[in-house]
């Protein structure tokens, strides 16, 4: 079910038969260094992550993470999209793309989408997002979108400090 549109991008709920793209994009090199170790390492492994995590969200809430296509040929190119996670009071933003998609706007302008999104459909007041202190191109993607950093800090559970961002309707 698409549930976004841009000019060059179409953001749509998951279905199992993305399992394949999931399975490439969460063993990324970069995935696991900047967001962690999934320990996804089979297909079957990632159509269960897919129901599991990234399906059940988006029943639950009516939003999370969503597949992020090319309007063009509708080639998978990441992920984007709100998330509700219980170590943040906020909804927050998360995003993730392949390294072929990196450095195009690709995520500007997803990202972009998803907090109008989440500012006129949900009306929310107020979205985070995290990322990695050492993860550059994330942090200057959270800038571009009208985010401002707000705190270095520790999620619940977590073993690494975050940069957390936020945009506020008062911004």
């Known amino acids: 079910m698409r549930v976004l549109s841009t000019e060059r ?4 709920w ?4 993305d399992a394949a793209f999931i399975f490439e994009l969460v063993n990324d090199p970069d995935w696991v260094r900047f967001i962690g170790d999934r320990k996804i390492h089979t297909l079957e492994a990632a159509r269960t992550y897919i129901e599991n995590s990234l399906i059940a969200m988006c029943r639950r809430l009516g939003f999370g993470l969503w597949l992020v296509e090319r309007r063009t040929d509708g080639v998978a190119i990441g992920i984007c999209g709100l998330i509700k996670r219980e170590s943040l009071a906020d909804v927050d933003l998360g995003f993730a793309f392949l390294p072929d998609f990196r450095g195009q706007g690709f995520a500007i302008e997803a ?6 999104y ?13 990322t990695s202190p050492d993860n550059e191109p994330s942090a200057k993607v959270l800038k571009k979108i ?13 073993e690494r400090d975050c940069l957390l961002f936020a945009w506020n309707e008062s911004y």
């Open 9 to 12: 991008l179409h953001l749509r």
């Open 118 to 130: 989440g500012r006129d459909h949900w009306e929310l007041k107020r979205i985070v997002a995290i």
């Open 14 to 17: 998951f279905v199992a038969d």
């Open 111 to 116: 990202a972009t989408a998803t907090l109008a």
């Open 146 to 158: 009208g985010m401002h950093l707000e705190q270095r800090t520790r999620l619940a559970g977590e």
